[in-house]
């Protein structure tokens, strides 16, 4: 029997900080097997036409998608719109405020770590010039480029990560916010990879029932690189909340391999999937069990 899931919403591109071209990503998403797929760069749509094209050419089920950066209670959080209509007006205003709160985080986090001794503003430079939306991964890479760090994983621990020199807090919209703002376009909101949250099992059962009071659709039950003790909490806070299930590999770079698309469990039956239904297409066959 086949465990593997077909269905990866979680994907990042060169549009944020995947390693790939839109195009390039849906081509190795589909040798990989997945027959349903969402782009969800960092708080953009700008690869999402790219994609669209390239998935329509090769004939694998495509939404359109965002990872939105939000808080809750003071904590930052990761929000996933799936299926939403890219050109939606509110959403695109809200992008917009998004990308200026991340241009003048980055400017901060490059005098942070210049200040420490690291080369913040030579990194901040070639992160700028590449015109994405900047992130904490494109310092990483920059900050192994310069010999900072040994690699990207170790730039976060060195330089990146809460505690860390070059760590600063972005005023994030509100969790129930943003869930308005994808709810506007038309489309489905997920709370991406819970389990990743510093949050008691306590505080992530009351975010879900916050999050499903505000109008929001599901959680991540399903991630990369996740465990089997993560999926049955996951599933636990979906089935207990009224959740729907989502399954995403947070697919950024084919060199990494913990986290690689169509790689994924399936979603557990009790669970009910986010992509059941009207706004994601209505494929000829269920791909998790086709």
């Not at 390239?54 to 930052?76: H, N, Q, Y």
């Not at 007006?89 to 917009?96: D, G, K, T, Y």
């Not at 919209?173 to 008691?200: D, F, K, M, N, Q």
Request: with cysteine.
């Amino acid at each position: 029997m086949n465990h593997r899931s077909a269905v990866d919403l979680h994907l990042h591109s060169t549009a944020s900080d995947g390693m790939l071209a839109p195009a390039a990503l849906v081509a190795h998403v589909a040798a990989q097997g997945v027959r349903l797929m969402a782009l969800t760069d960092h708080d953009t749509v700008a690869g999402v036409a790219e994609a669209a094209t390239a998935a329509c050419a090769l004939g694998i089920g495509f939404v359109a998608g965002v990872e939105i950066s939000v808080s809750w209670r003071g904590r930052a959080l990761h929000l996933l719109g799936l299926a939403i209509d890219p050109d939606s007006p509110p959403l695109a205003r809200a992008l917009e405020g998004q990308r200026a709160l991340r241009e003048a985080r980055a400017e901060a986090i490059a005098e942070r770590l210049e200040a420490a001794g690291a080369p913040g503003r030579q990194a901040h430079a070639v992160v700028r010039a590449r015109g994405t939306i900047p992130t904490r991964m494109h310092f990483a890479r920059e900050l192994a480029a310069l010999g900072a760090a040994a690699d990207p994983g170790s730039a976060f621990e060195r330089w990146l990560a809460r505690g860390r020199p070059g760590h600063v807090r972005a005023p994030w919209p509100e969790l129930t916010e943003a869930t308005v703002w994808i709810a506007a376009a038309g489309g489905r909101s997920a709370v991406a990879h819970p389990l990743r949250y510093p949050l008691s099992a306590g505080a992530r059962r009351e975010l879900c029932a916050e999050f499903a009071a505000a109008g929001g659709h599901a959680i991540e039950v399903v991630t990369g690189g996740g465990t089997a003790s993560h999926r049955e909490q996951a599933t636990a806070l979906a089935v207990r909340s009224g959740l729907a299930g989502s399954v995403g590999s947070d697919f950024h770079d084919p060199a990494v391999p913990w986290n690689p698309p169509g790689r994924l469990a399936k979603l557990p039956g009790s669970v009910r999937p986010v992509w059941r239904g009207h706004p994601f297409p209505d494929l000829a066959a269920d791909p998790e069990t086709a």
